[in-house]
């Protein structure tokens, strides 16, 4: 266990739906971090969050939306998607942004139909 | 723009061999870099990070090599137990101050009993 944790594990959607997903972590970090992972293609960034304030967004469509309440949790809020959305959708966090280590959760395999 | 490559894609060794897996990056000017360990279904496991004024590191069967001006890593497996079977990614940091880990596509490694 990396003390991070991510729900649901799974989740099957059509493009008409809203969902979300959820990180939370209990190891006193205050950076978090959503990444994607698709089939075939190496790990993409998408939010950093530092401190509930978003300091990156590596040209995400609008379609995803993060939202970070406070430093222990970070959702990632899903509406209209595409088949190509279809991913491997990780969480991580570190002590800092410019501290090294991030420790990740198991993911969310998400399903778009 | 930094791109990270990791060759073999695949690879299946007996188990007991001794293995090295590559990761090369375009940009010599990182951070630093470090390897994962990803099983099926779970999250991303550090496994080694190199500062970029450092040229390796290890930990138990693990030694990890850098050679920045080569644009090269090499993460060196020694006595390979089934259990290492996993796929292994190596991930670049371009700056102290940006928390954006470039990825390669992984290494995925088989160990047969």
């Known amino acids: 266990e990396t003390g991070v944790t991510q729900t649901p594990r799974h989740l099957v959607m059509g493009m008409t739906n809203k969902k979300s997903l959820k990180c939370e972590q209990h190891l006193g970090h205050n950076a978090m971090y959503w990444y994607k992972q698709s089939a075939k293609k190496p790990l993409e960034l998408m939010f950093v969050?530092?401190?509930?304030?978003?300091?990156e967004n590596n040209s995400v469509p609008s379609r995803f939306s993060p939202e970070c309440p406070n430093s222990s949790h970070l959702f990632l809020h899903l509406h209209t998607l595409q088949p190509e959305d279809s991913a491997l959708y990780l969480c991580?966090?570190?002590?800092?942004?410019?501290?090294?280590?991030?420790?990740f959760g198991a993911g969310t395999r998400l399903s778009v139909l | 723009k930094q791109e990270v490559t990791q060759i073999p894609a695949a690879l299946s060794v007996p188990e007991g061999e001794n293995l090295v897996l590559n990761c090369s990056f375009t940009?010599?000017?990182?951070?630093?870099l470090q390897w994962f360990r990803q099983d099926p279904g779970k999250g991303l496991t550090s496994l080694l990070l190199i500062q970029s004024s450092q040229r390796e590191q290890t930990s138990g069967r693990l030694n990890a090599s850098l050679d920045k001006s080569s644009g090269r890593s090499t993460l060196y497996i020694a006595a390979s137990q089934p259990g290492d079977s996993a796929t292994y990614l190596c991930a670049v940091r371009r700056t102290r101050s940006q928390g954006n880990l470039i990825f390669g596509k992984g290494t995925k490694l088989s160990v047969k009993p």
């Open positions: 969050y530092s401190l509930e304030e978003r300091v």
């Open positions: 991580a966090s570190s002590q800092r942004v410019t501290k090294n280590i991030q420790y």
């Open positions: 940009d010599s000017a990182i951070y630093n």
